[in-house]
């Protein structure tokens, strides 16, 4: 038998679709908060996977990883992301992130990135080759906060996310727009500036704050829906996602952020 069969037949074998909650054989189900939680205690990062891509680090992968005055601090160094070791489904999660220090790797000369990362599913690696899950990211990236890229881009594991958002001409969400439907790709926040570049000078746009300042995520996941609200501000929703549920992870992308009181809760009362 071919090896291209072979490899099919091995992924097929990992794979359940009851109803975009397990999608790969091992992930944890998962399960709605019953209360307001705590995901990072401040202290360590007891709860979470660390994955590093050992390409292109920059120094001991034991110093990508830190805590910093009570939050997250991650240098950047290295490719990588902490996940938390349980699934979720229905939820409302709130964290605060900054920008701070320095740029690495390909980001030198470009705009601070990071990433919320949520419905998370398949094997580490499996959204993009040796690093990230599969997943739907909320993009944090210095001037375009808010966006939906699908982190899809390892080719063995792609065509398992989808997802649809109403969005106008610059694919901009827009509950007034037409339909998007997407097994890959992205759909831009509604406060994007089609003048955005990818360069270390980029400012910031509202309702995001500027470099150093602390911003306020919100993810709101209900059943296959999902809205994304930076300080306070609505700014996309989508609908259909499938899965519908899964691991959330936090990236480091080659700039330095930190992450602070990062909170998960029901959306309805138990």
């Given at each position: 038998?071919?090896?291209?069969?072979?490899?099919?037949?091995?992924?097929?074998?990992?794979?359940?679709?009851?109803?975009?909650?397990?999608?790969?054989?091992?992930?944890?189900?998962?399960?709605?908060?019953?209360?307001?939680?705590?995901?990072?205690?401040?202290?360590?990062?007891?709860?979470?996977?660390?994955?590093?891509?050992?390409?292109?680090?920059?120094?001991?992968?034991?110093?990508?990883?830190?805590?910093?005055?009570?939050?997250?601090?991650?240098?950047?160094?290295?490719?990588?992301?902490?996940?938390?070791?349980?699934?979720?489904?229905?939820?409302h999660l709130t964290l605060e992130f900054r920008f701070v220090g320095d740029a690495y790797a390909s980001r030198i000369g470009k705009t601070a990135d990071g990433?919320?990362?949520?419905?998370?599913?398949?094997?580490?690696?499996?959204?993009?080759?040796?690093?990230?899950?599969?997943?739907?990211?909320?993009?944090?990236?210095?001037?375009?906060?808010?966006?939906?890229?699908?982190v899809d881009s390892n080719p063995e594991y792609k065509g398992h996310l989808s997802a649809k958002a109403y969005v106008d001409d610059l694919g901009r969400w827009?509950?007034?727009?037409?339909?998007?439907?997407?097994?890959?790709?992205?759909v831009n926040s509604k406060t994007y500036d089609p003048s955005w570049k990818d360069v270390s000078d980029q400012p910031s746009v509202w309702p995001e704050k500027?470099?150093?300042?602390?911003?306020?995520?919100?993810?709101?996941?209900?059943?296959?829906?999902?809205?994304?609200?930076?300080?306070?501000?609505?700014?996309?929703?989508?609908?259909?996602?499938?899965?519908?549920?899964?691991?959330?992870?936090?990236?480091?992308?080659?700039?330095?952020?930190?992450?602070?009181?990062?909170?998960?809760?029901?959306?309805?009362?138990?």
């Amino acid at each position: 038998m071919k090896k291209t069969k072979l490899i099919a037949l091995f992924l097929a074998s990992l794979m359940t679709f009851s109803a975009g909650a397990q999608v790969f054989d091992g992930d944890p189900t998962p399960k709605a908060p019953r209360k307001k939680t705590a995901l990072f205690n401040g202290k360590n990062y007891k709860g979470w996977d660390i994955q590093i891509n050992p390409r292109g680090l920059e120094g001991s992968p034991d110093e990508v990883f830190g805590v910093k005055d009570g939050a997250m601090s991650i240098n950047g160094k290295a490719l990588g992301g902490c996940t938390t070791k349980k699934a979720y489904k229905d939820y409302h999660l709130t964290l605060e992130f900054r920008f701070v220090g320095d740029a690495y790797a390909s980001r030198i000369g470009k705009t601070a990135d990071g990433g919320l990362l949520f419905h998370c599913v398949g094997p580490e690696g499996s959204g993009t080759k040796d690093t990230w899950h599969l997943s739907f990211e909320y993009n944090i990236i210095q001037g375009r906060s808010g966006d939906l890229i699908i982190v899809d881009s390892n080719p063995e594991y792609k065509g398992h996310l989808s997802a649809k958002a109403y969005v106008d001409d610059l694919g901009r969400w827009d509950p007034d727009g037409k339909l998007k439907e997407l097994k890959t790709g992205r759909v831009n926040s509604k406060t994007y500036d089609p003048s955005w570049k990818d360069v270390s000078d980029q400012p910031s746009v509202w309702p995001e704050k500027e470099y150093g300042e602390w911003n306020t995520v919100e993810l709101i996941c209900d059943g296959d829906t999902a809205e994304y609200v930076l300080n306070g501000v609505t700014v996309l929703k989508l609908f259909d996602l499938k899965p519908s549920g899964g691991r959330i992870q936090l990236q480091s992308e080659f700039h330095a952020i930190e992450y602070r009181n990062i909170f998960i809760e029901p959306i309805r009362k138990n």
